[in-house]
């Protein structure tokens, strides 16, 4: 007799778990159709913009991106007023002196324009960045590559923030002396 029992509350179980299983489908579907109708009837659809988009507003948009890009493409630099001047901390009790003078490259006068607009936080973040370098690593020629290489990813970092697209190509150091 208690197999008997054992195997019909084994089947309630089971069979609980599946109605269980079954309402929480019922409420999700429910769920989401009310939240359909709610969209379509007051005209709060997310992707409405995208339904209703024509395919020859799709090729003129693209026309006109090409033909943007086409005109745009030529080198624009961006030079600094002063040199970059900063101490560096080294493994002597001499200090060392570093000045760099940096010059931007961008592609296009509306990047340039970008560019110059936020040139004081440009400066800001190129400060930050050698502000942290030490003699020894930047006395290696591939040294002083890994340290281009960081203040192009600090300046994009802090240009994608402000303007959403990375607006500086190359950093490029037209003058570079350590004592």
Known sequence: MSES?????AGSKSRRKLIMLIVVVVLFILGVGGYVTYAYLFHK???ADALTVSA??????????????????TEQYIR???????????KTARGHMVQVEVVLV???????????QHLPLISATISEICSQQD?????????????????????????????????????????????
Not at 60 to 65: C, E, I
Not at 153 to 170: A, C, H
Request: hydrophobic share 40%.
């Open 80 to 90: 600094f007023d002063t040199a970059f001047t900063f101490n560096l901390p080294g």
């Open 135 to 179: 003699y020894e690593s930047l006395a290696s020629p591939s040294g002083r590559q890994r340290f281009k290489s960081l203040l192009l990813d600090g300046i994009r970092t802090k240009l994608t923030g402000m303007t959403n697209e990375p607006i500086i190509d190359q950093v490029l150091f037209t003058n570079f002396v350590m004592q």
């Open 45 to 47: 659809w997310p992707f």
């Open 106 to 116: 961008t592609q296009g006068a509306q990047n340039a324009a970008l560019a110059q």
């Open 56 to 73: 020859s507003s799709i090729a003129g948009n693209a026309a006109t991106k090409q033909a943007a890009t086409q005109t745009d493409l």
């Open 5 to 9: 029992d054992d195997l019909s509350t």
